[in-house]
Nanobody
């Protein structure tokens, strides 16, 4: 099992930047592909970004492509989400999740493939 704890969410002005962190404990972090998802009030949870076990492969939702960057540091058991040019529509609770992927290059945008989830961190972007 792996435990995930997100941090870094806060209130920020539109156009600003934030970096979210997700720290993992438990079984070997490098065995998991990692993803970020978000859920805005009254909306369903949606995919934001994913990264393979190796960190060499990444994927982004169209809504954040070119603005957000996902990365990981396997030595620190941490995955990051750098968010730039933030918009009010980015306001949501952001969750990180771990997928016990067999392949080092695999990643997924499907939430059902992720076995472990953090509690979430609130990001609020003012206009």
């Amino acid at each position: 099992q792996v435990q995930l704890v997100e941090s870094g969410g806060e209130l920020v002005q539109g156009g600003g930047s934030l970096r979210l962190s997700c720290s993992a404990s438990g079984r070997s972090f490098s065995r998991y592909a990692m993803g970020w998802f978000r859920q805005a009030p009254g909306k369903e949870r949606e995919f934001v970004a994913a990264i393979s076990r190796s960190g060499r492969s990444t994927s982004y939702a169209d809504s954040v492509k070119g603005r957000f960057i996902i990365s990981r540091d396997n030595a620190k058991n941490t995955v990051y989400l750098q968010m730039n040019s933030l918009k009010p529509e980015d306001t949501a609770v952001y969750y990180c999740a771990a997928d016990p992927a067999l392949s080092a290059s695999y990643y997924s945008a499907a939430s059902y493939e992720y076995d472990y989830w953090g509690q979430g961190t609130q990001v609020t972007v003012s206009s």
